[in-house]
């Protein structure tokens, strides 16, 4: 079994990069459909789950992999329970037994001795907000100032979570064996690089 983790900043391209390797490989391709697996097994709903998990509401007291639980579990109750939920998630999907592309939720955390080759996704600013503008909903009405806030935002939750949950750093070239910036690249030609590159690994890992 192959697993393949994609991490990635937001507005980096790194889901359709996901996909289009998982396409190129014939690989199970795993993102939105861990969202609903957890929305299903705690009967909430999907929006709320993925709000929950993504917004992950760390930003409003510290939090360290050290820190105190009992503080954590009275403010953030439901939070730990979806990140309980999803970890099962993550690994009833490699319990599957079958090759597979796992887009974020710390998966190759979460998965570490199955040994996924794991991916980051980065991108500079002005390609990640020309990303953004191209997917955004026809009302949104972001100023450039506002979509970078955005953007650090978000991935400043997603670097405490790992944080909290692993105590390694989100986004630190030695935490994956394939960093890429998809800046200056065709998606297609690089997903059929780093598609070639993961086989390669896999391979000198036999």
């Not at 969202?35 to 930003?59: F, M, R």
């Not at 980065?122 to 506002?146: M, N, Q, S, Y």
Request: charged residues 30%; aromatic residues 8%; glycine residues 8%.
């Amino acid at each position: 079994m192959n697993i393949i983790t994609v991490s990635r900043e937001f507005g980096s391209g790194g889901r359709e990069l996901g996909k289009r390797v998982a396409d190129l490989l014939g690989y199970d391709y795993y993102d939105s459909e861990i969202i609903s697996a957890i929305a299903k097994n705690s009967g909430l709903d999907a929006n709320y789950v993925e709000t929950t998990l993504d917004n992950h509401g760390w930003q409003d007291f510290p939090v360290s992999f050290g820190g105190t639980m009992h503080s954590v579990a009275y403010m953030q109750a439901s939070r730990i329970d979806l990140l309980v939920q999803q970890k099962k998630v993550i690994e009833g999907i490699a319990a599957l037994g079958k090759d597979c592309v796992i887009i974020g939720r710390n998966a190759d955390a979460i998965l570490k001795d199955l040994h996924p080759f794991s991916l980051f996704v980065c991108a500079d600013t002005e390609a990640k907000i020309k990303r953004c503008r191209a997917r955004a909903r026809a009302d949104e009405k972001l100023t450039d100032r506002e979509l970078v806030r955005k953007m650090k935002e978000i991935d400043k939750a997603r670097a405490r979570t790992r944080d909290f949950l692993t105590g390694s750093k989100w986004g630190q070239c030695r935490s994956y064996h394939l960093t890429v910036n998809t800046g200056d690249w065709d998606m297609k030609v690089l997903a059929k690089a780093v598609a070639q590159t993961a086989q390669d690994w896999f391979s000198s890992k036999a």
